[in-house]
């Protein structure tokens, strides 16, 4: 793929692709000049147009979250695509008040149901609006039942609002469908261990956080 784009441009005289041409060189594990494209792709029209999934993978990638929002941030135009993005960034950084305002816009995207859960985390880390959170999380839940990061979203949401037992149903869903998908995530048990002790279970809230720090040993909240 990168042979033909380079006989193209070469063709043409002109780097007329820098956006597909970062895509290929991120596939191929040339990081930096990957970077490089994705730069020259804002440069030459700073409107996002999905090109801000690749921004964002590869700056975070390469633990460059700041560097992607001031890009983004910059770009005009954004869509609800590219507001999610952003908002995702936001949230890696702590901004959580920035990352709501980005993912209220995503959200109104009917198609864009994973924003929707995103939003409903924001809110759950706030403390603020979670009869709303909890419609929103339900909703996506609907749409996605099968996804443990949603369920754990959900738990999430309950747990804010001190709805501790179900809570605890929705985290032991979330790591039966991860166990299924063949994988193992600290937080989902993390979040079980705090419904349980919030429900005087102390016991079993250990052998949770015991088991969120066997995944994550660094999993500085389980300790």
């Known amino acids: 793929a990168l042979a033909r784009l380079d006989e193209y441009d070469q063709r043409t005289g002109v780097n007329s692709l820098p956006g597909l041409r970062a895509q290929i ?3 191929l594990g040339r990081e ?3 970077e490089a494209s994705v730069r020259e792709a804002f440069a030459l029209s700073p409107r996002p147009d999905r090109a801000a999934t690749l921004l964002a993978e590869i700056f975070k990638g390469r633990v460059k979250p700041e560097e992607a929002v001031e890009i983004l941030e910059a770009a005009e135009d954004l869509g609800p695509w590219d507001s ?3 908002g995702r960034l936001h949230l890696e950084l702590g901004n959580l008040e920035r990352a709501r305002e980005n993912l209220e816009v ?3 995207a009917p198609h864009l149901v994973a924003a929707r859960n ?3 985390h924001v809110m759950a880390l706030q403390g603020e609006d979670l009869d709303r959170a909890v419609e929103l999380a339900r909703g996506v839940k609907s749409a996605m039942p099968d996804d443990a990061a949603v369920a754990d979203t ?3 949401v309950y747990l804010k609002k001190g709805l501790l037992e ?3 149903f929705e985290f032991r869903y979330a790591i039966e469908l991860a166990r299924v998908q063949g994988l193992q995530v600290a937080d989902y048990h993390y979040h079980l261990g705090l419904a349980l002790q919030g429900l005087g279970r102390s016991a079993e809230a250990r052998v ?3 088991e969120a720090l066997r995944i994550e040993p660094d999993h500085e909240a389980a300790k």
């Open 84 to 86: 999610w993005q952003l």
């Open 208 to 210: 949770a956080f015991d």
């Open 166 to 168: 179900p809570a605890a």
């Open 118 to 120: 995103d939003l409903a």
């Open 154 to 156: 959900l738990g999430f």
């Open 106 to 108: 995503a959200a109104t």
């Open 32 to 34: 930096e000049e990957a």
């Open 25 to 27: 060189l991120w596939a």
